[in-house]
């Protein structure tokens, strides 16, 4: 995998909030000086374009939210306090990674600091975003295998996307639209920092280079990218998003068998969520109508 970051930022400085923790007892009787820096990575271009607050992070929500963790009761570590302010920001569909520097100018360290800007010590922590992705590939154009052989390698080369596995081909009959050929499907499984519009945009991308038009929906096509799913229903964290340009989970993605035998094939465990339940894709496969799926060649896509 590609690891480069994003190369955006929302940067807030010097958050300013005076409240008691640390070790010491006193520190956490007296209310102190503490400063918060946070620099959060995400992709703002489509912020940019659409003036949308959306497709960013609000910055007021952020600060608020680093003023209400800061005002907590007291615990004895800045450490903890980083920690808990890096989590709070990665809940955001938006934030790919975040730094948190918390400064305590008042520290009772023994030695005296300077008294020019915010001397004493600090934390700086920085974490990013790992959310499970799952991805469905398909084919029905030209050399079927090859093209999705070369959609995978693109997928692992992705900055920001961590392919786990990818399940075994399946060819399957055509489902709706005009009369075409039999397609191949797969499904790959990973990590992601990218937000889901981020993600789905370089999908498009992958897909226009392989020849991919959009003139007849559910027509034939040489490569088909969706994505399926982001983060896990299992524990709560799978992101919901109904627009024009998006929607997770996947509409369709619980009764389409072309779509569960590979998902099920590259996760045994994967669930998906389902009338606001997380539900086993084994389970999903086993109630479908698998009868126009079989397997398909073998190959080696990494």
Not at 31 to 40: E, G, T, Y
Request: proline content about 8%; charged content about 25%.
């Amino acid at each position: 995998m590609n690891t480069a970051g994003c190369t955006d930022r929302i940067t807030l400085t010097g958050i300013a909030v005076t409240t008691p923790h640390g070790v010491l007892d006193h520190e956490k009787r007296e209310p102190q000086r503490f400063f918060v820096d946070v620099v959060i990575e995400c992709d703002l271009s489509g912020a940019g374009h659409s003036d949308d607050l959306g497709a960013t992070i609000s910055y007021a929500e952020v600060a608020q939210d680093v003023e209400r963790i800061m005002t907590q009761p007291p615990v004895d570590l800045i450490e903890t306090l980083a920690e808990q302010v890096a989590a709070s920001v990665l809940q955001r569909p938006a934030a790919e990674a975040v730094e948190v520097t918390v400064h305590k100018p008042d520290a009772p360290a023994g030695v005296r600091f300077s008294d020019i800007g915010l001397s004493g010590p600090s934390v700086t922590i920085r974490r990013e975003q790992h959310r499970p992705v799952a991805i469905a590939l398909g084919a029905n154009l030209g050399d079927r295998v090859a093209t999705l052989r070369s959609a995978v390698r693109s997928l692992d080369r992705l900055p920001g996307l961590e392919l786990i596995a990818v399940s075994r081909l399946f060819e399957t009959d055509p489902v709706g639209g005009p009369e075409q050929p039999d397609y191949l499907n797969a499904v790959a499984v990973g990590s992601t920092r990218l937000a889901p519009w981020t993600l789905l945009e370089r999908l498009h991308e992958i897909e226009a280079g392989r020849g991919r038009t959009r003139e007849i929906r559910w027509g034939a096509r040489t490569l088909d990218l969706d994505l399926l799913q982001v983060g896990d229903p299992a524990a709560g964290t799978d992101l919901r998003f109904d627009t024009p340009e998006l929607t997770l989970p996947h509409p369709r993605a619980a009764a389409r068998a072309f779509v569960l035998a590979p998902w099920a094939d590259a996760d045994p465990a994967a669930t998906l969520s389902v009338g606001g339940a997380a539900v086993p894709v084994h389970d999903l496969l086993d109630s479908s109508d698998r009868s126009g799926i079989r397997p398909g060649p073998d190959w080696s896509p990494l």
